[in-house]
């Protein structure tokens, strides 16, 4: 009778639409991954089959749509390949996910909703971006109290010096209270090892054709004092030779380590129509935690009240070479196991790991018309079974009722 292969069809479809409800139920999770039964028949050294089995319960690990949240802390992996790297409370185990969404706990920590704790990798900062040092992973944080000063090591001045300007005879030593002792001047300012200001003026002295002087005069307590000059011999093109002169400034601030710091003048030109100024310095005093950003590539950015920003860290990432092999745990995560393979670690970005995208989540890949068309199809199969065991059911019947 045919009552076995009936049961296990009924069995399978019914597995069936429990699948399709997960994928329905969890069509706003983010980062979730719709599954999908694969079904295989049963023989047993006979002619007919035994009917069907559910072979696995496949996971789809596509990419869903990236929609914007504004939380500071979520991201959103931007590509199929990476998911993200997380540990369980107190040490647990390594998890993965491609849920980005993350916050700070009461001890800083980065975690998401399961108290998960992400990832990463230190930073080198000694390097202008900064890099991840690869190698043992840790547990990301926020930055707790206030970020220490830098002093002013180097001032970048990008000016135009006006090659109308008289000649200045002499010449005089530069005075800022009286202007025809000098051809320009413009206040900056500079930070002690103490997150302290000071102001120096950067005065200019035509002192011949196409030859400039710069002095750099401190306002040490309301008196000017000269910490350093700079001398700027332009050719006939306005342009300074390469590689273009530095000019330095050096002084003592009481309580503070000596000052000591480069002008640099790439890009700066003498023609005529004015003069311009733009320069940056790269000192600051100490400023508060404000805001935590995240970078394409998985860069961690504290943010400080003082517009300085520091580097705490890189997100890690991993894939593998069978994310089928990948077992659900529950919360967004999967578990390695032996058919997965172990983690390929990375950063995003590099070596083919998608990017990040900050501010973000991934929403789940649920296709609800699909879902909704495969629920139709289960149906009908589960159907189709039940009927396949009362059509032998009435064979029977009419087995036993015969005379």
């Not at 199929?80 to 916050?103: C, D, E, I, M």
């Not at 010096?161 to 005879?169: E, Q, R, T, W």
């Not at 601030?253 to 890009?267: K, L, S």
């Not at 100024?277 to 400080?304: K, L, R, W």
Request: charged share 10%.
């Amino acid at each position: 009778m045919g009552f076995g292969q009936g049961l296990s069809g009924l069995n399978a479809a019914s597995q069936n639409l429990d699948v399709i409800g997960n994928n329905i139920a969890n069509s706003g999770t983010v980062g979730f991954k719709a599954g999908s039964a694969t079904f295989a028949d049963v023989y047993a050294s006979s002619r007919v089959g035994l009917g069907v089995q559910v072979a696995s319960i496949n996971q789809r690990f596509t990419t869903g749509i990236v929609s914007t949240t504004g939380n500071q802390f979520d991201m959103a992996i931007d590509g199929a390949k990476g998911l993200f790297v997380v540990q369980q409370p107190n040490g647990g185990a390594t998890l993965y996910t491609r849920n980005g969404q993350f916050f700070a706990d009461k001890s800083g920590n980065i975690v998401n909703a399961q108290g998960q704790q992400l990832m990463g990798y230190s930073a080198d900062v000694s390097v202008t971006p900064a890099k991840p040092i690869m190698g043992t992973l840790l547990g990301l944080t926020v930055p707790s109290g206030n970020i220490d000063p830098k002093a002013t090591t180097t001032i970048t001045d990008k000016l135009n010096l006006d090659s109308g300007s008289p000649i200045l005879a002499g010449p005089p030593a530069p005075d800022l209270t009286d202007p025809t002792t000098y051809s320009t001047s413009f206040p900056t300012t500079v930070f002690d090892s103490l997150g302290n200001e000071h102001r120096i003026d950067q005065v200019y002295q035509k002192t011949g054709v196409n030859t400039w002087t710069a002095t750099y005069i401190w306002n040490n307590a309301g008196t000017p004092t000269p910490v350093g000059t700079a001398t700027l011999n332009f050719n006939t093109a306005g342009a300074l030779p390469t590689p273009a002169p530095t000019g330095a400034i050096a002084f003592n601030p009481p309580g503070a380590d000596p000052i000591a710091t480069t002008v640099r003048y790439d890009g700066t030109t003498q023609f005529a129509g004015g003069f311009t100024t733009d320069f940056i310095q790269d000192g600051y005093g100490t400023g508060e935690y404000a805001s935590m950003s995240i970078g394409t590539d998985g860069s961690v950015v504290a943010n400080y009240t003082n517009g300085a920003k520091q580097v705490m860290g890189f997100v890690a990432m991993a894939d593998f070479k069978n994310l089928q092999g990948l077992q659900p745990v529950g919360g967004n995560a999967w578990a390695e196991t032996a058919n997965s393979g172990q983690p390929i670690p990375g950063t995003p970005g590099v070596n083919g790991m998608a990017t990040i995208k900050g501010q973000a989540v991934e929403e789940s890949n649920v296709d609800m018309s699909q879902e909704l068309v495969n629920m139709i199809i289960a149906q009908r199969t589960y159907q189709a079974n039940a009927q396949t065991i009362k059509t032998q059911d009435q064979i029977l019947q009419t087995l036993i009722t015969m005379r």
